[in-house]
């Protein structure tokens, strides 16, 4: 099997746009040995035929890379022993590890172990944190949800992972990255067409317009390369009370985003938000990005929740409409050669007229709270979407059981850290707001 189109893109603009996922889970209580527990978390990845994938590249990037299968190393697993293994010294950690890249070549995947933190989240005792590294060119959320899961819970994922393979030889490659071509390019042409009659269709006034551009904020500027996160835990409930965890999450970010950033047009905030899809077996990540409003203007969380929802069904109807995938269908037919060209002369730098959103909000739920690792239970789970050379605030919102942890990722260079410890007081007290509302 080869990388979808879409994968590979991921995979070789990564060097500028660093996209690895990062999804931490929380264990409290007294776990086993760490160099134990990398046994056994190693033995369980070899049970998951997914797992022990990585790729292979095609000489000269003329044709896609092919996906094969090999064993899980020992590199797959570090263990982290923090000098300050408090909650914040924890926080500082990640903001380490997220400018870390992985090489799909040699592995798609990294789990870290930080054993022995003190004072976490809803946590009496020491507490074991694990963070699963995933390209994005190899999971989305939902995608790399599912497969944290089967590592830490010891059980294959619904549907059963890739089929053992080898990728093809050398001369096979070539072969064969020769032989498509003229299929390609006929299959662009054709679907080019279908794709012009897709955006008649979705001109329809019957069809939900695209959102409205956001100006850019003091947060949608380059991040450089360093990177911080704070994270807020709370009950699922607190932002049940306008709507979904989503809705509810929207809410309060967009109040609080108003009140840090002071003079910006409350009324013209937005966020962007992966809306997930049906999978069609081929691509890897299966979701596209929508602009939804964030209508910081409204005073009342209640009133502002359900603009929020109605404005995100919208937003849901125009991505999930048929002539999207028909509009999209042309990308899965371009030639490698020529989409590696048009990327490696892509102006990623450019400053945008306007951004789809002022952040990123992400949201996936990760199941039951019944994981257990090496005797500790899950406590909470997060995810920290990354930065862009247009994105310099994200934020996840990631739920395990009946609890929710809102995080914030941005850079030093963005916002400084005591203006970032203002921001996680504001996005707290409109968590609480909402809680009550």
């Not at 507490?127 to 590294?133: E, F, S, Y």
């Not at 590592?151 to 001369?171: I, K, Q, R």
């Not at 809705?247 to 013209?268: N, Q, Y």
């Amino acid at each position: 099997m080869q990388l979808h189109p879409s994968d590979a893109q991921r995979d070789w603009l990564d060097d500028r746009v660093r996209s690895d996922q990062f999804l931490l889970f929380c264990f409290e209580g007294p776990a086993d040995d760490p160099d134990r527990l990398v046994a056994e978390l190693r033995r369980r990845a070899s049970a998951v035929a997914e797992l022990r994938l990585h790729a292979v590249a095609v000489p000269g990037d003329l044709d896609y890379p092919y996906w094969a299968t090999g064993p899980v190393g020992a590199d797959r697993f570090v263990v982290h022993r923090l000098p300050d293994p408090s909650w914040p010294g924890v926080q500082e950690a990640l903001g380490a590890l997220l400018t870390d890249r992985l090489d799909i070549r040699a592995s798609p995947w990294r789990l870290h172990l930080l054993p022995g933190v003190t004072g976490a989240p809803r946590c009496a005792a020491a507490a074991t944190v694990v963070v699963l590294q995933v390209s994005h060119a190899f999971a989305d959320g939902t995608r790399a949800s599912a497969l944290a899961r089967a590592l830490l819970s010891g059980t294959a994922p619904a549907g059963g992972g890739a089929a053992d393979g080898t990728a093809p030889s050398v001369p096979v490659m070539l072969l064969r990255a020769a032989a498509k071509l003229p299929v390609q390019l006929g299959s662009l042409l054709v679907t080019g067409a279908r794709a012009g009659r897709a955006e008649r269709e979705l001109a329809d006034p019957a069809v939900p317009p695209p959102a409205p551009g956001c100006p850019p904020s003091a947060v949608n500027t380059d991040p450089g390369p360093r990177r911080a996160v704070r994270t807020i835990v709370c009950p699922a409930t607190d932002l049940r009370t306008v709507g979904t965890v989503t809705v509810g999450a929207l809410t309060a970010i967009g109040s609080a985003l108003a009140e840090f950033l002071g003079d910006f047009p409350a009324d013209r905030l937005g966020a962007e938000v992966p809306i997930s899809l049906a999978g069609n077996g081929l691509s890897r990540n299966t979701y596209r990005s929508a602009g939804v409003r964030l209508f910081a203007h409204v005073n009342d969380p209640r009133e502002r929740a359900e603009a929020i929802a109605d404005d995100l069904a919208q937003r849901r109807r125009r991505i999930t409409h048929p002539a999207m995938d028909l509009r999209d269908l042309p990308f899965a037919h371009v030639p490698a050669p020529l989409l590696r060209f048009g990327l490696a002369r892509a102006d990623l730098g450019a400053v945008p007229r306007t951004v789809t959103g002022n952040t990123v909000v992400s949201s996936v739920y990760r199941g039951a709270g019944d994981l257990v690792l090496g005797g500790a239970a899950v406590r909470f789970t997060a995810g920290f979407p990354g930065l862009s050379p247009a994105m310099g605030l994200t934020h996840g919102v990631h739920g395990i059981g009946d609890v929710v942890t809102l995080s914030v990722t941005t850079s030093p260079q963005v916002i400084e850290p005591g203006e970032l410890d203002r921001y996680e007081s504001v996005l707290r007290a409109a968590v609480a707001q909402v809680a009550h509302a």
